[in-house]
């Protein structure tokens, strides 16, 4: 008796699923699917996050390098002399004041501001080990040298604070108030 039931109810589902896709009469069982056929969906593809462009201001000059385009200039000058030595830096020259920074080259306006600049802080990041590792006095001589060439560019200069870092600690400084020599300090 439970056989009977057991095949009843099996009979039954599958009468069942059969009524559901379109009865049974004038139907052959080899054509009844009872899954229905993929539809083609559109894929969705993800629109791509723009990048954000880094902002140039209209001065377009290295903001990085100097706080004004001629300090950035200069700064950049000293990274190509810096290379010349065998020395690898990057650095970033402050000057005050900064009026007239702008001017064109070999116009009064410019002299007028070369001569008034009486204060430069230049942050030398040395990039690899030579610096760090090079002979002391070899290494004094090339910062005097960097001061000499912040001298020519600014020859009213008073105040000179000249930092030498590796791994963001402060290796050496040259510091200068205006009267008599620079003073140089190694701190490695």
């Given at each position: 008796m439970?056989?009977?039931?057991?095949?009843?109810?099996?009979?039954?589902?599958?009468?069942a699923a059969l009524t559901l896709v379109g009865g049974l009469s004038g139907c052959s069982s080899s054509s009844i699917s009872l899954i229905a056929p993929a539809t083609a969906t559109p894929k969705v593809t993800p629109t791509p996050e723009s990048t954000p462009v880094p902002?140039?201001?209209?001065?377009?000059?290295?903001h990085f390098a100097g706080n004004c385009p001629d300090a950035a200039n200069?700064?950049?000058?000293?990274?190509?002399y810096a290379q010349s030595q065998n020395y690898n830096?990057?650095?970033?020259?402050?000057?005050?004041?900064?009026?007239?920074?702008?001017?064109?080259?070999k116009t009064g306006a410019y002299h007028?501001?070369?001569t008034q600049v009486g204060q430069a802080t230049l942050n030398m990041n040395a990039l690899d080990t030579q610096?760090?590792?090079?002979y002391a006095p070899t290494r004094e001589a090339f910062i005097d040298s960097v001061f000499a060439k912040l001298q020519v560019q600014y020859?009213?200069?008073?105040?000179?604070?000249v930092n030498v870092l590796y791994g963001g600690q402060i290796r050496a400084t040259l510091t200068y108030t205006g009267h008599g020599q620079p003073v140089y300090q190694s701190l490695s």
């Amino acid at each position: 008796m439970k056989r009977l039931r057991v095949r009843a109810t099996r009979g039954l589902a599958l009468a069942a699923a059969l009524t559901l896709v379109g009865g049974l009469s004038g139907c052959s069982s080899s054509s009844i699917s009872l899954i229905a056929p993929a539809t083609a969906t559109p894929k969705v593809t993800p629109t791509p996050e723009s990048t954000p462009v880094p902002r140039i201001l209209a001065t377009g000059y290295d903001h990085f390098a100097g706080n004004c385009p001629d300090a950035a200039n200069e700064s950049i000058a000293l990274i190509s002399y810096a290379q010349s030595q065998n020395y690898n830096f990057d650095m970033q020259l402050e000057i005050a004041p900064t009026g007239g920074c702008g001017s064109e080259l070999k116009t009064g306006a410019y002299h007028t501001f070369v001569t008034q600049v009486g204060q430069a802080t230049l942050n030398m990041n040395a990039l690899d080990t030579q610096w760090v590792y090079g002979y002391a006095p070899t290494r004094e001589a090339f910062i005097d040298s960097v001061f000499a060439k912040l001298q020519v560019q600014y020859p009213s200069l008073s105040k000179v604070q000249v930092n030498v870092l590796y791994g963001g600690q402060i290796r050496a400084t040259l510091t200068y108030t205006g009267h008599g020599q620079p003073v140089y300090q190694s701190l490695s």
